[in-house]
T-cell receptor, first 114, second 112 residues
Framework: DAKTTQPTSMDCAEGRAANLPCNHS???????VYWYRQIHSQGPQYIIH???NNETNEMASLIITEDRKSSTLILPHATLRDTAVYYC???????????????FGRGTQLTVWP | DAGITQSPRHKVTETGTPVTLRCHQT?????MYWYRQDPGHGLRLIHY???????DKGEVSDGYSVSRSKTEDFLLTLESATSSQTSVYFC???????????FGPGTRLLVL
């Protein structure tokens, strides 16, 4: 079962920052927060993940609250090609009983407009 | 991403016929997965593999079987296709631990 809650949809102007929230109030100490996106029925694309600290890569930044119950994915300068469904997923850091599988919820449909 | 390919990318078949989908990865990942995606359901796990010849069922495994004779290949077989198996199928692979799970481009299957 997905252990996250995300808004169904959001929109953002091109060139502006897109901030996508995610609630994961039941997250355990050994669970990472992962973000993937899916553009128009292509395969899900990995964006970023983190455990406790904020993370940044060439695609996005991930801000995790101190209590780890929520996080925000930030696309600093959204483009039209960032229009996609964004999934926030929590997963144990080790194999565990899930053997690495990812539980996808409904995600957030982000629409970037010109 | 990460050298995962799926074949075929599109297939139309008739009810009752067997169908095999192939997933190929070049990353030497130990774990591989088959998901299906349908409107209103997101991605659901069909089967997964945790090594050569080691496989197990996911939550929607009825009507599907899998095989993994080599690290790089994970086959999904629909023994007798039904219209309810019309879907988009995604394969994924994972090295384990803190590594990232990567997905293939998907196979669109239509069962008439």
């Amino acid at each position: 079962d997905a252990k996250t809650t995300q808004p169904t949809s959001m929109d953002c102007a091109e060139g502006r920052a897109a901030n996508l929230p995610c609630n994961h109030s039941t997250i355990s100490g050994n669970e990472y927060v992962y973000w993937y996106r899916q553009i128009h029925s292509q395969g899900p694309q990995y964006i970023i993940h983190g455990l406790k600290n904020n993370e940044t890569n060439e695609m996005a930044s991930l801000i995790i609250t101190e209590d780890r119950k929520s996080s925000t994915l930030i696309l600093p300068h959204a483009t039209l090609r960032d229009t996609a469904v964004y999934y926030c997923i929590v997963r144990p850091s080790d194999r565990g009983s899930t053997l690495g599988r990812l539980y996808f919820g409904r995600g957030t449909q982000l629409t970037v407009w010109p | 991403d990460a050298g995962i390919t799926q074949s075929p990318r599109h297939k139309v078949t008739e009810t009752g016929t067997p169908v095999t989908l192939r997933c190929h990865q070049t990353e030497n990942h130990r774990y591989m997965y088959w998901y299906r995606q349908d409107p209103g359901h997101g991605l659901r796990l069909i089967h997964y593999s945790y090594g050569v010849k080691d496989t197990d069922k996911g939550e929607v495994s009825d009507g599907y079987s899998v095989s993994r004779s080599k690290t790089e290949d994970f086959l999904l077989t629909l023994e007798s296709a039904t219209s309810s198996q019309t879907s988009v199928y995604f394969c994924a692979s994972w090295a384990g631990k803190g590594e990232t799970q990567y997905f293939g481009p998907g196979t669109r299957l239509l069962v008439l």
